[in-house]
């Protein structure tokens, strides 16, 4: 009899055992290990070669268990029946089912009218019937998925005859996305990846409107070509313009070859026209410590970015790089050139070598008289020191091309020395050399340019230590000299062309506080000036104060220019922000004399959650304005809200400037992700 009980509990065992194998393919319990196993009644029927444990059964084997009324084992055909109140839980998931069926041979079966909760991302899901129909593959026949707690749920997606492929990918029927039972969305088929790894297949589609470019509908195909390659195809409709095509090609060969590759059409059809832009870049490593890469920038009009905005914003691929090497912008229509280089260097034990093709297109206007580098070739040597004297020299040798205006070959060799001595007190003296030889075509003519630049520094540093700071003090000096060189006949290139005579001091004074460890507080002022001996009608330069604060409460930054000559000031740029637990507040001030700008502004924000008749809501809000006081308008007004749910969060955010609105509604589904329900401009 007690033979007879451990054959029952072995069967048993393998039973859990196989029940882990049919939810996660990758189960990986040994066979040797114990299992406690109980019920009211444990018996084997041998005329029937059937196991059967009745009340209460419960086998739990390390951190796994298994509950149900009533098991049945069938030794000769290998069917399995767990029936009545059927749970299984394990680290990842609870399992709640009427039924489980499965055959220990063929490792396939059903669970009936399952309730599954994956316990990571509190994943509830729900199905009258789910089989296993393959090594890692299952049928399920109707199923919802949510990740609310509550009885209603407050969302759930719906769908009817869904295969799975576990870590791979999900595809159904009839899918509804429900808010509190009411129907929002519905798609006759869907598919969705299941794995982290990129997977081929339909992006998620936009829709929104613009004043100028009517309603707009975008959809997305992405095709994972390999694992270092992949493709997205985009179809794109306006409404007041017509349809785009786009494309996105990416590639990651080795970790020193890699690039991309976006092309974007548009046939506008007001006015009739076809609009082209490309984005692309290469980055390879060769041997002999020889490196290179390529960045294409440029469009067919310069009005693109005007005409429909930054077609590559939030797409995959160039525009999820918000500070890529390659200074792609996602705001566009704010620049004024778009820049392609092709740049090849090698490194040198004491610099590097470089081959430079550089264009500029103009988004003003026509490009015609921009100088284009075709090609600059350059040679650059590091700072070399031998004790106090150091050495560095460039030499840069450019070829300049444009359609209209001079053109001709520009070569440049700026070397310069340095004598450093002193700690206590440092004075640095550097003389600089520099000769440029021009070769000018249309007309042909030479020219040569020699002069030399000094400058002198004499810097300190003075600090005392207190028992919870330190205070230091940097006084500074330094004269600068360059004198006066013909520069006349010389075409402007850019600013190396032209080089202003000068004679002056530079002299500034900073004051530093570090170390209030319990107050959190960094300070640093500084003021600088610089006088000129040259006979000019501002002698001495505007003064700069700046001043930077920074504590657990408040943060200050400060910056002004006074005009001494004018008695007024030039500039003025200040901010200041309190902030504690609960929220902050700021105001701000940016004037600026030169380009008639004076811009107030103010921000505030309260973090989530906000106490309200002694009740905690989950809000938060956040806005900030910018008001020109010259025009007497608003230039920017930004005002944002979000509300947080245990399984779902709305965001809200208003968008105004002086031509044109945003009203932005998103919707964030707990371990779905967040989803951008329309946008309005």
């Not at 299984?88 to 609870?94: F, K, S």
């Not at 075409?491 to 004074?509: A, C, E």
């Not at 657990?552 to 002004?560: G, R, S, V």
Request: proline share 4%; with cysteine; charged share 25%.
């Amino acid at each position: 009899m007690k033979t007879c009980r451990i054959e029952i509990k072995k069967a048993f065992f393998y039973f859990l055992l196989l029940t882990s194998y049919f939810l996660f393919p990758t189960f990986s319990l040994s066979a040797q290990e114990e299992a406690d196993i109980t019920a009211d009644h444990l018996e084997y029927i041998s005329e029937t070669h059937t196991y059967i444990a009745k009340g209460s059964v419960k086998i739990v084997l390390n951190d796994t268990t298994l509950l149900a009324d009533k098991i049945r084992l069938n030794n000769r055909t290998s069917d399995v029946t767990a029936s009545g109140n059927v749970v299984y839980e394990d680290p990842e998931v609870i399992i709640k089912a009427d039924r489980i069926e499965l055959n220990i041979k063929s490792k396939f079966g059903t669970l009936f009218n399952s309730n599954i909760l994956y316990k990571e991302n509190n994943i509830h899901a729900q199905t009258t019937s789910l089989k296993k129909t393959g090594e890692s593959t299952f049928f399920l026949e109707d199923a919802t998925i949510t990740s609310c707690n509550a009885e209603p749920p407050s969302w759930h997606i719906s769908g009817k005859d869904i295969t799975t492929t576990k870590q791979k990918s999900m595809q159904g029927k009839h899918a509804v996305f429900r808010v509190k039972n009411i129907p929002i969305l519905y798609t006759p088929y869907f598919w969705a990846p299941l794995s982290k790894e990129r997977e081929t297949g339909f992006l998620f589609p936009q829709y929104g409107y613009s004043s100028t470019r009517g309603h707009y509908f975008k959809e997305g195909f992405f095709w994972a070509i390999r694992d270092d390659q992949d493709l997205s195809i985009y179809l794109d409709y306006y409404s007041e313009k017509g349809i785009a095509e786009g494309l996105d090609y990416r590639y990651l060969i080795s970790p020193e070859v890699n690039g991309e590759l976006w092309m974007y059409h548009l046939r506008d059809t007001d006015p009739s026209r076809d609009l082209f832009e490309v984005k692309a870049y290469h980055n390879q490593e060769f041997q002999n410590d020889i490196s290179g890469y390529l960045k294409v920038h440029t469009v067919n009009h310069p009005d693109y970015y005007e005409t429909i905005d930054s077609t590559s914003a939030g797409r995959v691929g160039l525009s999820s790089w918000r500070n890529d090497p390659f200074g792609f912008a996602s705001e566009e229509r704010l620049q004024k050139y778009l820049e392609s280089n092709l740049h090849i260097s090698r490194s040198l034990p004491v610099g590097r070598t470089y081959l430079l093709a550089q264009g500029r297109q103009s988004l003003e206007g026509s490009s015609e008289g921009i100088p284009q580098s075709l090609p600059e070739i350059g040679l650059i040597i590091n700072t070399l020191s031998l004790k106090n004297i150091s050495f560095n020299m460039a030499f840069k040798g450019t070829n300049f091309w444009r359609e209209e205006g001079q053109q001709g070959q520009r070569y440049d060799i700026n070397p310069n020395f340095y004598l450093s001595y002193g700690r206590l007190v440092n004075i640095t003296q550097r003389i600089g050399l520099r000769n440029t030889l021009y070769l000018l075509e249309d007309p042909h003519m030479y020219k040569n340019r020699f002069m030399y630049d000094t400058n002198t520094s004499l810097t300190t540093k003075f600090f005392k230590k207190f028992d919870s700071f330190i205070h230091i003090v940097e006084p500074s000096l330094e004269y600068e000299y360059t004198p006066y060189v013909d520069q006349s006949g010389i075409p402007f290139f850019d600013s190396t062309d032209s080089i202003p005579q000068t004679r002056k001091i530079n002299y500034s004074l900073t004051n530093r506080i570090s170390g209030l460890a319990k107050a959190g507080i960094e300070a640093r002022f500084r003021l600088s000036q610089s006088y000129s001996f040259l006979k000019t009608e501002s002698e001495f330069s505007p003064a700069l104060a700046e001043i930077a604060l920074s504590s657990k409460h408040m943060d200050l930054n400060a910056n002004a220019s006074y005009d001494v000559n004018k008695d007024h000031f030039a500039d003025a740029i200040a901010s200041v922000r309190f902030k504690n637990d609960i929220g902050y507040i700021g105001t701000g001030r940016n004037f600026r004399r030169s380009s008639s700008l004076d811009q107030f502004t103010v921000e505030a924000g309260v973090y989530k959650p906000i106490n309200l008749f002694r009740k905690q809501l989950p809000i938060d809000f956040h806005g900030n304005l910018g008001y020109d006081l010259d025009s007497k308008k608003i230039q920017e007004l930004r005002l944002g809200s979000s509300y947080e749910h245990q399984c779902w969060a709305l965001t809200i955010v208003f968008v105004k400037y002086p031509d044109e609105y945003q009203i932005l509604f998103a919707i964030g589904l707990a371990g779905i992700g967040n989803m951008e329900l329309i946008s309005l401009r």
